[in-house]
């Protein structure tokens, strides 16, 4: 079910590597109009509490900390009811509800496990959904922040829009190369430049699935990636032969912690066989899953009039949702994967395998 049908709430998860300014962005945020009914959940990592001092001074906002420790790598748990707890507190006391709910994470957590959280906990689907990830990344200290940590490098995989911070800091060169290596990375995000912490509450919506046509292009921007398309005319590949190409494929973005981010966008030009949709996501989230960062897809169903749109995060999607006709209009589908070093031929064939299923 699609927010247009039910009025869940959408959530914005907000993070970046440590001293990227998420606290001072969000000090100075939730003090603007447009987040007076925002839910804002703030971590903090062992025992400091700076987070919590700078943001509760706000006295027109509801403030959420958890002192049990990171939330998007310890205690998926307490999020769930976190979120309970505040709603319910504001049905008792008679209140209008959130508006909507940002997720501040910690500096060293990998985003990958709270969207699993928001994708799978029965509660959380059926009050809210995913509206974006955005990570926040600091001009002077992001090249060498991103080259030596593999966190910094999976928080902007699976970022929807990257703030670049501080940026009064630094040259025009140093920016344009950060830039680009950002793109590198994650083609599709959308890049904005941050000054002095000022940044307007509309530029945390609108990030995530497209839940209205006029938005799936922007969402998917698929023409910033490499193309790929299946193998038309060679034979499927056996299962055996399948195996050399799930070794991790050597790419640009190399860590010294051997992450080797690549991107690409696999396109089929026929409608799909919802079963071999079905069943080649299965085989490659089971054989690949881990190393898959995140997959957008807008696909083309067989025998179905509207598009559905796919979303993804290592073994975990999001419920498909279905978009209007015209977010699909050539008949076209488009997959975008994020990996770390997972070879675009490996998802090409594994498609293939599937072909005869489809041809039958």
């Known amino acids: 079910m699609s927010p247009d049908a039910k009025d869940l709430i959408p959530v914005t998860v907000l993070t970046g590597f440590l001293g990227s300014g998420k606290t001072t962005l969000l000090n100075r945020l939730v003090r603007q109009p447009a987040m007076k009914d925002a839910l804002v959940v703030i971590n903090e990592f062992g025992d400091i509490g700076l987070d919590h001092r700078l943001v509760a001074e706000s006295d027109e906002h509801t403030v ?23 709603c319910e507190a504001l049905e008792r006391g008679g209140g209008e509800p959130f508006s ?13 496990p709270i969207l699993h ?27 060498s922040t991103l080259n ?16 670049i911070t501080k940026t009064d800091l630094v040259d025009e060169v140093r920016l344009s190369r950060l830039a680009s290596h950002l793109a590198t990375i994650n083609p599709a995000a959308e890049q904005l430049q941050v000054r002095h912490g000022e940044l307007d509450a509309e530029h945390l919506t609108d990030g995530g699935l497209p839940m209205h046509g006029q ?18 005319g060679l034979a499927p590949s056996a299962p055996g032969s399948l195996v050399s190409m799930l ?23 026929e409608p799909i066989v919802p079963e071999v949709l079905e069943e080649w996501l299965d085989l490659l989230m089971s054989l690949l899953g881990e190393r898959i960062l995140r997959v957008k897809a807008i696909v083309k169903i067989a025998g179905r009039e509207q598009p559905l749109a796919l979303h993804g995060v290592q073994h975990i999607f999001h419920p498909p949702e279905p978009l209007p006709v015209e977010a699909c209009s050539d008949g076209v589908s488009r997959f975008v994967f994020i990996t770390n070093g997972v070879a675009p031929e490996a998802v090409t064939r594994l498609f293939d395998y599937f072909q005869p299923a489809q041809a039958s």
């Open 215 to 232: 938005r799936a292009d922007r969402w998917l921007h698929a023409a910033s990636y490499a193309q790929v398309s299946p193998a038309a």
């Open 117 to 143: 959280t928001l994708m799978t906990d029965y509660w959380l689907a059926d009050q809210l959904y995913l509206d974006g990830v955005i990570c926040l990344v600091d001009a002077a200290s992001g090249l």
């Open 148 to 163: 030596a940590h593999r966190e910094s490098q999976r928080q902007v995989a699976v970022a929807d829009r990257l703030l």
């Open 247 to 269: 070794a991790p494929a050597s790419g640009p973005a190399l860590t010294r912690h051997g992450e080797q981010i690549r991107s690409f966008c696999f396109t089929v030009e």
């Open 100 to 112: 909507r709910v940002i997720i501040e994470t910690t500096g060293l957590a990998d985003p990958a």
């Open 64 to 86: 959420v900390e958890m002192s049990s420790g990171c939330l998007c790598c310890t205690i998926r748990g307490d999020f769930s009811r976190t979120v309970q707890k505040a």
